[in-house]
């Protein structure tokens, strides 16, 4: 299976921005597609953010639509999450993954084969 590896995370003051990475090898994101989930302790996994794998569709949670942009570099096989203004309620641990389901399923955990690590982004003052 292909290694997802999570960077970028860290502490930052409300009002900042971040760039989260997750690197794979040779081509995989152009074969699946790259999702952004997060959790914190005693909480589910939730859904942040989704890339199709043809690159043309993205979707987001409601609570980070107009902060957060979702892409990829396919030279550089690296799925990229884009997030500003952060607040303390985006506090979490950040995980990337991947899937080849349908698009209706975008959103569901249990969709998703493949996860990284994870990384911390921390939100406050």
């Known amino acids: 299976q292909v290694q997802l590896v999570e960077s970028g995370g860290g502490l930052v003051q409300p009002g900042d921005s971040l760039r989260l990475s997750c690197t794979a090898s040779?081509?995989?994101?152009?074969?699946?597609?790259g999702g952004w989930f997060r959790q914190v302790p005693g909480k589910d996994r939730e859904f942040v953010a989704v890339?199709?794998?043809?690159?043309?569709?993205?979707d987001y949670a409601d609570s980070v639509k107009g902060r957060f942009t979702i892409s990829r570099d396919k030279a550089k096989n690296t799925l990229y999450l884009q997030m500003n203004n952060l607040n303390p309620a985006d506090t979490a641990v950040y995980y990337c993954?991947?899937?080849?389901?349908?698009?209706?399923?975008?959103?569901?955990?249990?969709?998703?084969?493949?996860w990284g690590p994870g990384t911390q982004v921390t939100v406050s003052s």
């Open positions: 890339l199709s794998w043809h690159g043309g569709d993205r």
């Open positions: 040779g081509g995989y994101f152009s074969r699946n597609s």
């Open positions: 993954a991947s899937t080849r389901t349908v698009w209706s399923n975008r959103a569901s955990v249990n969709a998703y084969g493949n």
